[in-house]
């Protein structure tokens, strides 16, 4: 089964996939959009190359940054839940014998260590 951020993931990667490809497909070859019309096609000089090629990279590197997103949020499994996180941590509790607690010293040893270290420096 999967879950709604999965399903969202698994949507933005197929959208971000579909706009590239569309927009890939009609930067290249804008003639299949007007019948292949020859007064179409000569008006696209080196002037347009040299605006198209950067907005394509640039375009293109977000919609694989968006389709990566959406391929991590679709495989991802989703998290427990908090309820069945915490029931864990009180079954360890429980499980685990209590550990031996260290041997309180008696303040005035405490208090004679720092006196001594004191005088040391």
């Known amino acids: 089964m999967v879950s709604k951020d999965q399903a969202i993931g698994g949507l933005i990667f197929i959208v971000c996939v579909v706009i590239a ?18 007064k179409f096609t000569e008006k696209y000089d080196v002037r347009f190359w040299v605006i198209a090629t950067p907005v394509f990279i640039a375009f293109v590197a977000v919609m694989a940054i968006g389709a990566w997103i ?29 550990t031996p607690e260290e041997p309180t010293q008696p303040e005035e040893a405490v208090e004679e ?6 005088k040391k420096s």
């Open 70 to 98: 959406g391929w991590t949020m679709a495989t991802t499994p989703p998290p427990k839940p908090i309820e069945e996180i915490t029931s864990e941590i009180e079954k360890k509790e429980e499980t685990t014998p209590p």
């Open 21 to 38: 490809i569309l927009y890939l497909v009609t930067l290249f070859y804008p003639a299949w959009l007007n019948g292949f019309d020859e």
């Open 113 to 118: 260590k720092k006196v001594e270290r004191k």
